[in-house]
């Protein structure tokens, strides 16, 4: 069986995929089924493989991996047996985001001309991070990642992502804009890297330290939370920008239908699941879904 998995973990990670984690477990499958003098997979042995995961979200996902696998190598040999789905019962859940208005947004920026020390590209460097994370959707390790020969003519070129996936964004004339005026500051500036966002000291943005600063615009800003309430998180502006784009989706299913596979494009999805799932993000947009499906159930109507 450990032929079998190097072989699929071969064919996985030619197309794409790191399967770093999906090793470690495969692995430790193929020696457990070993032990067992096992040389095809069966449905018991992954379940009881699987248990050993001291979480629930651990066990089903162990078990999903052994599954993604045994469907690989039933394409050649169907006595590999195929375990079960959802056998532990569990479901991801996700947390609330926190959806920003413009008018925290623009304060959140207006804070950062506070961020000192005086007479640095500190504040001028947060003010065009933030700015560009709500005008885009990026995420804040792809902003952080960005080069000065990542920004052309048709917008940010982010390069080999979260999975490993190269994407175009395009930009509004405002964002261009701005981020232009940051880029001449920033080149001002200068350091020994070609990073468009860069910290005090001229070396690239950790996002540790851009963590940090975000805590303290909050607290400038008084965006912490009411007691029980959701905490705005730097990632919320991804969120932000995705919701809002749903908000402004044409009508009609076909335009809807082609508005979300744009977005999720966009926003660098692997699939459209993710997209999908920011419909339920805010009460608007459950409302507009729960009022599509009364209509359509009621009228008929597509």
């Known amino acids: 069986m450990m032929d079998a998995v190097k072989a699929y973990l071969a064919l996985r990670r030619a197309t794409g995929f790191e399967m770093a984690n999906a090793e470690c477990l495969l692995n430790s499958f193929a020696h457990f089924a070993a032990e067992r003098k096992e040389t095809r997979i069966r449905a018991q042995t992954a379940i009881d493989w699987a248990v050993q995961g001291p979480s629930l979200a651990q066990r089903d996902e162990r078990l999903k991996t052994v599954r993604r696998f045994a469907c690989h190598v039933r394409a050649d040999d169907d006595s590999h047996e195929l375990p079960p789905t ?3 019962g569990y479901r991801k859940r996700r947390r609330v985001p926190y959806i920003y208005s413009a008018s925290e947004i623009s304060r959140l920026i207006a804070a950062t001309d506070q961020l000192g020390p005086a007479g640095t590209l500190r504040s001028r460097t947060y003010a065009a991070l933030l700015s560009l994370l709500a005008a885009t959707g990026l995420r804040i390790s ?3 990642a960005l080069r000065f020969t990542d920004i ?3 917008g940010l070129l982010i390069r080999e992502t979260k999975f490993r996936k190269t ?3 395009p930009l509004h004339d405002s964002a261009v804009a701005g981020l232009e005026r940051y880029v001449v500051c920033r080149r001002r500036a200068g350091s020994g890297n070609d990073h468009v966002f ?3 000291r001229g070396q690239p943005l950790k996002y540790q330290a851009v963590q940090s ?4 615009l909050l607290g400038t800003t008084g965006l912490w ?3 029980g309430g959701r905490r705005p998180r730097l990632h919320d502006l991804r969120h932000t920008f995705a919701v809002r784009a749903l908000q402004a989706s044409p009508a009609g299913r076909r335009r809807i239908g082609q508005h979300m596979v744009a977005l999720a494009t966009y926003l660098g999805h692997v699939n459209i699941y993710a997209t999908y799932w920011y419909l339920e993000a805010t009460a608007d947009l459950l409302r507009d879904i729960a009022d599509t499906g009364e209509t359509f159930i009621c009228r008929g109507e597509r």
């Open 167 to 169: 994407r175009l964004v």
């Open 213 to 216: 600063t975000f805590k303290t």
């Open 198 to 200: 860069v910290g005090s």
């Open 225 to 227: 939370p009411a007691p």
């Open 152 to 154: 052309t003519a048709d």
């Open 142 to 144: 792809e902003a952080l």
């Open 86 to 88: 959802n056998h532990f």
